[in-house]
DNA sequence: CTTCTACGGTTCTATATAGAACTAGTTGAC
DNA sequence: GTCAACTAGTTCTATATAGAACCGTAGAAG
């Protein structure tokens, strides 16, 4: 029994309807990071599609990054890396040069007007707002304020902060089936206003450095504009091209 | 006529080896940017392999930026879209705001034992040093220092400055059959130092951003290490994640 | 001159099949 | 107990084939 899809598009063809159809799946939760999904053989009979066709399909997913592949094992769901690649980027180290993953620290979600270019940037002008601190070794190192859509994410204001790691492309996967696939960056240097200087406890004026983010699910949507500030004499970015 | 590859490792796959032989022969110059290549059925006839075969070897060097394929048309050599990704980074605007190529001017080329942290990168220590300054609308706005292994680009110093264009990984194309596949960036922000900031005009002690970028070819050997400088007020990076 | 139609050539989708390569677990020999 | 051999199940490679979708051109129709 496959349940037949009715939101996917007749016209494309089958292996991209298949590639929906288990993306889709997984956004649900049918299976958990490192779980074991059908063979080849399983699927290509469940859906009535050649083996063929179905490697095409899951090819597909493991080039956006979602499954991987082991020979003579089977087909595995991959715990999102996103995380891995956004802190490869502020390259945080410990006095003593250990890396350390900061601790994140919510100052405020409200729901609010979007400032024009972030509205334009989402699509929409009905978004929440959020505030957050990161601290490395009880220092604060990095405010950030992000934008999410309020219709995207609804109740995300209600959520405990107990229950919000120091990720949140998690939470938005977990708890609202939001799959972050790729982002936008813009580094770039300014000086510190009045309110992130007291943030991050360093002098008004003082040299930072600028990072905005626009954030997309897999469907292409943006999902998450942020923009983070931190003191630029601490900062690296890394990245990788082509 | 296909002349049989002495090169290509027999226990590859064989769609391996067809895009290795193709991916020489684009190296070698035998296609120009936007030609056509054979058809599919023209290759599965010369190799001896099947269609889908070639389709595989094929949809290999699309992945990786090399070829291009238009339905209905054929499969056309593309013309590396590094350059246009490479300036996307450094988001250079005239006054007005409209984007422009910046023009360049090297200052010096010579052969040199390399600095051991770019020797270490690189792998060997005997490299040509290059040094760059790029200027938009006459004004300098970036200073450049590369680093070449020696052995994989002969001969370089020696190149007429009339030859190189602003951009120099079509010279490491075009001459050296080096295509630069893919590199890692980091960016930062320091001081400027004495020279640099003569050759940038602005003051010594300014705040500048810096960076580093580890070039690799197609086969993932290190081909190119250098460090960029800017004035750190004029500065926007952008990437592309996931 | 414009629009339509037909055609050869191309890539794209999909199927069916066979065997190789690999993995993990089980069985059996010693 | 240890190690080798076997086995069922998986992905990977490769072939052959058929038709759909698409492009560019050439020629016909208006």
Chains 1, 2 share one sequence.
Not at 148 to 168: D, K, N, T, V, Y
Not at 182 to 211: H, K, S, Y
């Amino acid at each position: 029994m496959t349940a037949p899809n009715p939101q996917s598009d007749t016209r494309l063809p089958a292996y991209l309807r298949l590639r929906d159809d288990i993306a889709r799946r997984i956004a649900a939760g049918e299976w958990g990071p490192d779980d074991l999904l059908p063979s080849e053989n399983k699927l290509s009979a469940q859906h009535a599609l050649s083996v063929g066709t179905v490697r095409k399909a899951i090819q597909q997913l493991v080039d956006e990054g979602l499954l991987e592949r082991r020979q003579g094992s089977g087909t595995f769901l991959r715990k999102p890396a996103f995380d891995a690649t956004l802190f490869r980027f502020f390259q945080a180290r410990e006095a003593d040069g250990a890396p350390s993953i900061p601790s994140s620290r919510l100052i405020s979600r409200t729901r609010v007007t979007a400032p024009t270019a972030v509205g334009a940037a989402l699509g929409t002008e009905d978004v929440i707002r959020i505030e957050r601190l990161r601290c490395l070794s009880e220092q604060p190192f990095l405010a950030e304020t992000l934008y999410i859509p309020a219709a995207r994410f609804p109740g995300f204001e209600a959520i405990p902060e107990s229950e919000i790691g120091p990720l949140l492309y998690p939470v938005y996967l977990d708890r609202f089936g939001v799959f972050v696939a790729r982002a936008e960056d813009e580094v770039r240097f300014g000086t510190a206003d009045a309110a992130t200087a007291r943030r991050l406890g360093i002098a008004e004026g003082a040299p930072v450095a600028l990072i905005e983010r626009l954030a997309f699910a897999m469907s292409g949507e943006p999902v998450e504009w942020r923009i983070a500030c931190g003191p630029a004499d601490r900062f690296r970015y890394r990245s990788r091209i082509g």
